[in-house]
């Protein structure tokens, strides 16, 4: 899939507001009332969505866990939720 590459412009406010150009929020999947996350790597700063960053973060965090568990397949998963279930 080939992402998108272009530059836009917007203006800094006297309070720092900056209104994210239409174009950049269709790529970032952001509407009203949605979140971004900045992240800054020395003086560059990029945007992002911030759901999509918290779900590729815990996604990182949890890497390998399943397997460490003993999680291999579609079968244990379902197990491990029927004897959860089978607790309460």
């Known amino acids: 899939m080939s992402q998108a590459v272009f ?6 406010m006297s309070k720092g507001q900056v209104t994210i150009p239409k174009d950049v929020r269709k790529v970032l999947g952001v509407e009203s009332g949605d979140k971004v996350t900045f992240i800054v790597e020395g003086n ?3 945007i992002v ?16 866990q399943a397997q460490a568990t ?4 579609e079968e ?3 197990s491990l ?8």
């Open 44 to 46: 560059v700063v990029r």
């Open 81 to 88: 939720v029927t004897s959860m279930r089978n607790e309460e």
């Open 70 to 73: 003993g999680i291999a397949s």
């Open 49 to 64: 969505n911030a759901a999509a960053y918290a779900m590729q973060a815990l996604q990182q965090q949890m890497a390998g």
């Open 7 to 12: 530059a836009d412009n917007a203006k800094v």
């Open 76 to 78: 244990d998963v379902a």
